[in-house]
């Protein structure tokens, strides 16, 4: 695009070794934005114009709860009833501890949120292509609007 690409491409497979996940990745992706910032600055324009100008106006939000903890049976409810009180559109809850635990989780978010709340879900990269279908079988009549990171991301075949 403007000639750092070939920069990230030289960097990463220099690292390669070292893996491609986590702080390298956290690095290149700053390397990147800096790049892009730097190029916007010398040519007066905002990144987004750099990139192909906005896709829209406005963007859906989320509030991200029902996190695992240690005592999911009282900690769970409690933190979706936090999430529907403060009267969010939509909610985010962690999942991938197993298909028939993320119907659980679901089935418990559903009934706390109610129907007029989004729930939005995410295994956190935790299943193998067969799980993650089975767990999506298994959520499927409450009305998931995106099922966040089900495979690992270096899962190129799943």
């Known amino acids: 695009m403007y000639g750092f690409e070939h920069a990230a491409s030289a960097i990463l497979s220099t690292h390669y070794h070292f893996g491609i996940q986590n702080q390298m990745m956290s690095c290149l992706s700053g390397i990147d934005i800096a790049c892009l ?6 040519l007066s324009l905002p990144v987004v114009k750099l990139l192909g100008g906005p896709a829209r106006d406005r963007l859906p939000i989320y509030a991200s709860g ?14 979706l009833e936090r999430l529907r009180v403060s009267g969010v559109k939509r909610a985010k809850i962690k999942i991938g501890a197993g298909p028939q635990c993320d119907r659980e989780r679901v089935s418990i978010a559903r009934k706390v949120l109610g129907d007029d709340t989004g729930i939005i879900v995410d295994a956190n990269g935790n299943y193998t292509y067969d799980e993650a279908l089975e767990s999506m079988r298994r959520i499927a009549d409450y009305g998931i609007e995106w099922y966040e990171e089900p495979l690992p991301p270096l899962n190129f075949d799943g």
């Open 37 to 42: 910032d730097a190029i916007g600055k010398m």
């Open 66 to 79: 029902g996190y695992f903890t240690e005592k999911p049976e009282k900690d769970f409810p409690e933190q």
